[in-house]
């Protein structure tokens, strides 16, 4: 018993040891990113300091990089909130959703942005259980996401796909683009906080990097599965798997 109740301890100390090393990488990420658009916004603010003789016209440039980053930080802050709020309120409120409705409604939004920046998406559906129980919230918040994404690391002329399938009672929902692609290697880490590609980086694309790991929240709430799948440079593949009988 007494050599059983000090591998209990020393597990213990392990989990507690292992938090606060997340938690303290945690921060450390947070300040890194938080750094960033706060230093840029207060170096345009300076800027216009410096030179209070000049009209809007004159600092249009550097009023708009500020703005940009502005809503750069609001998203992050925004995402972090959702992302502290999904770690420790487990609330799930089910309700009978329409897969196929929510999907084609949170698409009509994009369908005008694929229009603005020339890529294609599409959707396809061979769904017989269109109803499911789920917190329909959550799972627009998840489609969104994973959608948000494709158009993220897409350029132009290239496509998105969305295909809702079933089979051995489970749905299937992919999310497929032909853009950037992820190395073999970045896959495991895909899901984790602040986690940004080496090749999304380098070309120096909006992001935060917890977007993902929001999703890995949301659908470990309820209970459904997450795969990816890529190419590097070629294709990317995202894949929900629901189980149809979920209670």
Not at 118 to 146: E, G, V
Not at 163 to 173: A, H, V
């Amino acid at each position: 018993k007494l050599n059983k109740q000090l591998e209990e301890n020393k597990k213990l100390s392990e989990e507690i040891i292992n938090k606060e090393k997340f938690k303290n990488n945690y921060f450390v990420n947070l300040s890194h990113e938080l750094r960033t658009p706060i230093t840029i916004v207060s170096s345009k603010l300076e800027g216009l300091l410096k030179h209070p003789n000049n009209t809007i016209n004159d600092e249009v440039e550097g009023i708009a990089d500020a703005m940009n980053e502005t809503r750069r930080l609001k998203k992050m802050i925004n995402d972090l909130l959702t992302l502290t709020k999904e770690d420790y309120v487990d609330l799930v409120t089910k309700e009978e959703v329409d897969l196929e409705a929510l999907v084609k409604d949170i698409c009509d939004d994009f369908f005008d942005i694929a229009m603005i920046q020339n890529k294609t998406l599409k959707i396809s559906s061979q769904l017989k259980h269109k109803n499911i129980l789920s917190d329909k919230n959550k799972l627009r918040q998840l489609f969104i996401i994973f959608i948000d994404n494709a158009f993220k690391y897409t350029e132009e002329d290239d496509y998105i796909k969305i295909s809702l399938s079933e089979k051995d009672e489970k749905i299937y929902i992919k999310i497929e683009d032909n853009g950037l692609g992820i190395k073999k290697e970045e896959l495991p880490h895909l899901f984790d906080r602040f986690f940004r590609s080496e090749n999304v980086r380098n070309k120096d694309i909006d992001g935060s990097g917890i977007g993902l790991s929001i999703a890995k929240v949301i659908s470990e709430s309820l209970k459904y599965k997450l795969k990816v799948d890529s190419e590097y440079g070629k294709w990317t593949k995202f894949e929900i798997i629901i189980p149809i009988d979920e209670d």
